[in-house]
Structures are given as structure tokens and as C-alpha cells.
């Protein structure tokens, strides 16, 4: 990426000024030291009387969590593959890829007394070893439950009882402007547990990640954060979790004024569907949609941009089946005001398949309601989703990004971006993995991937290369559905 261009660099949580107020006087005028202040009122000036009330008190939000708050240590086996001399290389092949360890940390929340610990996928993705060190200095070795790429969750889990706790709040009664307190270990260990503050400076966020996540609807704050604290806690002035801190923006890989935080109401569904399934229950409405811009706007006759603009309904999904088309505007669900398409997405993500939902839409000027059952993962092959990813027997498939391939030193290939229930996982899939060849004829589109699965009679055979770097094929029978 070029010097001056934006870049997102996972990080969470750092330092933040204190509030405070100067107060002025006249000479000769006195103030009340505790409750006001002078301020000029046309060339004169009067007296504002200030209760504590008035001060953003955050004591009690920063001590009841903290200690709940916790540092995730993670060692990652990179593959580092040396070049070797071509006469060498014709006696002993291409040479074994050389095992390195990687150190790194982040943040993570625990949710329950018994060792539950949300943070974030990116944290322990890869990971083979991960160490949690709680507030108390007590370390611990952490299991990994599950992951969520497509919204950055992941839950982890230690073998402890008895443990302090965040309570969940709502993120969806987030005000702007609202005061929210950001806790984890910027740096690292030195650093560890430290809390900053903030205001919410915006809701329904996305950035600029080339498809690294796939439901993107984050908390925009101005509390500092840093590398190190992915996957710390965002709270509010009760001490309720509202969010996990995932990312800045900055041009430096530093703050610089914006961190942001994936709403604890998506949160809590992912680490619960983890907990109770051991993967993520995504609910699907299987639409194309788009923010209302301007000019739909005036085509439509719309007094307003709020809302989301159906461009397409998928064949057989649940938005076709509940009547939604082409052109309809999405307002509302089940109460929510839909404003963004973004926050459409955040709202789906919070039901589970075979949930019912309200859908409020503007078609023709005309407000209709219409009730929709929102189906799940289990697409048929070849079916695009609305992030671009083609489902391919309980896997989702995409055109791997030149990023990926430069770092495995490969020139194309298909990359699984997730792994569900279905021939690909039971053949030993992974998320990340890179195939170059289905049955012996090499690909570089999802598409062509599909198409040679597709024309095979008997299995479909899979070479390609994992995460890791390392060479790696799987099989699955074309008569088991």
C-alpha cells in the first residue's frame, strides 16, 4: 500500500486526556470552587453553577470492569521456505518449508465465570499456542472454541471458576456523543489493563477492508486504542459491555483519532451460537442491496436517503419468498430503523435461521409490511452470496486477493473464506486455504472451481495450499449430498 493512502491496522485500546474545565474571573471576583465557574456574557459575566452530575464520572464503569478485561498471548508457527541452488533442489526437491514461531497479543473480555473469553478472531487466528493473563497476574492456558471471520469474534476459554465479568448492555441504545470507556493492553504486557475514554462519534460504520469483514456495522469511537488491544472491552458508564475493540484507521499504524468496535449485540449472538453449536447460526435475507444515494433518491421521488435499496432478491431466499423485489427500500425491521445498509446487515446478523421478522419497505410511495423467515448457510453450490463469496458444498469460495497469494508466494488460487457443515469440512478443509488445482486442472476463479466440481462424476479432488504456507490436498465423493 502506498505511502498516503488509508489503512485499516487492527489494534484497541489506548491513553485519552482528562476532562476538565477553565474557569475565569474578573479581577477581584471570586468563584465557588466546587460548583461554578465564571463565563463572559455580553462583556460581563455571570455564574454557572456545576454539580458533579455535570462531569462525566466514570469511576465506576472503569473499576467494576477492569479486572474483567484480560491479555491474550499467542504464538503462531509461520512457514518460511528458503531458496535453495537448482542442481540441490534436483536431488532433494524444493526444500521443506522451516517452522518459525511468531509472538503477538491482544485483548480479550471474559463473559462468563466459568472462562468464557470473547475477543477477536484476528488475535488467534493461526494461533497454536494462546496464554491468557487475567488483571491478578494469574496466567492460564486458553482453549479456542470457535472463530468468526466474517464479523472478527472469536470466543476462548479457560479452565477457571469464579470469574469477574462485564454484564452485556445494548448497543443498539448507543447515543451519539454518548460516553464509553475503552479497556485492554495497548503494547502489551507493560500496558496491560489500561482503560481510555471516549465519546461513540458514530454507529453503523464500515471501512475500507477489501472484504476482510463481511458484516461490518462498527461503534466509531475517539477513545485511543493501539496495537494490542484488539479484542478489548468498549463499555458504557454503567460498566456494560457494548462493544468488542477491533480496529483503527490511521495512516501511521497508531491512533490517530479512530477506533472501532463491533456492537456487543452482534457479540452476544456469535459467542452464544459458539457456545451452544460450536459455530456461528447465520441468518441469511439473500438480497443485493446498496445505501439510498441521491439520485435513487430523486428517481424514486424519496424524501429522504434513509433506508436501503433492494437491487436484487436471490432466487429461492427468504426476501423473494416473503415478496420483497426489486427496487423496494428496506425502512424498518421488527422496530429498528434501517438507515444504512450496514445497519441492515448488523440487525440480520442478530437472528438465527428460521427466525421471523417484521420487514417494514417503501415500493411505489406506498409503506408495506411484510413478514420474513430468514433462512440459513445451507446454500446449493454455486450460489453468490451478497458479500461476493460462492457457497460450494457447505464452504464459501472466493477469487483469492493478490494480498494472500504475494504472502504465500503464489500466483493464484481460490481461497475458502469460511468452512460450515458440509462435504468441504468433513474432508478436512480450512478457512484460508488456497486451492490451485480440482482434479488435476488448476483455477484461479471460484467460478471454475464450482464448474470442474460440478462436471465430476465420481469425487472432486482438492490440491492447494493452507494458511500456513504448507502443500496439503483433501477429496470428497460426488454421491454423498
Known sequence: MSKGFMKITSAIVAGFAAFGA?????????????????????????????TETDYPDLTYAAESAVDAVVLVKVTVQSQQRYDMDPFLRYFFGFGDAQPREQQGSGSGVIIRPDGYIATNNHVVARASKVEVTLNNNRTYEATVVGTDPA???????????????????????????????????????????????????????????????????????????????????????????????????????TYVGYSFAVPVNIVKKIV?????????????????MSNVTDEIARELKLSSTKGVYIHETLKGSAAEKAGIKKGDIVTNIDGTEIATASALQEKVNSYHPGDRATVTILRDGNVRTVEVEFQGDAEATGTVDTDGSIAFYGSKIRTAPQETLQALGLKSGVEVVSVGDGKM???????????????????????????????SRRAVYIEGVTATGRSAYFAFGKDEE
Open 22 to 50: 477553565i474557569m475565569a474571573c474578573t479581577p477581584g471576583q471570586s468563584r465557588n470552587q466546587t460548583t461554578g465557574s465564571a463565563i463572559p456574557d455580553g462583556g460581563a459575566y455571570r455564574t454557572v453553577n456545576l
Open 151 to 253: 464479523t472478527d469474534v472469536a470466543l476462548i476459554k479457560i479452565d477457571a471458576e469464579g470469574l469477574p465479568t462485564i454484564p452485556f448492555g445494548d448497543s443498539d441504545q448507543l447515543r451519539l456523543g454518548e460516553w464509553v470507556l475503552a479497556i485492554g493492553s495497548p503494547m502489551g504486557e507493560q500496558l496491560r489493563g489500561t482503560i481510555t475514554a471516549g465519546i461513540v462519534s458514530a454507529k453503523g460504520r464500515s471501512m475500507p477492508t477489501e472484504g476482510e469483514f463481511k458484516i461490518e456495522s462498527f461503534i466509531q469511537t475517539d477513545a485511543a486504542v493501539n496495537p494490542g488491544n484488539s479484542g478489548g472491552a468498549l463499555v458504557n458508564k454503567k460498566g456494560e459491555l457494548v462493544g468488542i475493540n477491533t480496529a483503527i484507521m490511521s495512516q501511521t499504524g
Open 272 to 288: 452464544g451460537d459458539l457456545i451452544d453449536f460450536g459455530t456461528v447460526k447465520r441468518a441469511k435475507l439473500g438480497v443485493s
Open 425 to 455: 469440512l468433513s474432508a478436512g478443509a480450512s478457512e484460508g486455504f488456497i486451492i490451485q488445482y480440482v482434479n488435476d486442472q488448476a483455477v484461479s476463479k471460484a467460478e471454475e472451481v464450482v464448474e470442474i466440481a460440478k462436471k
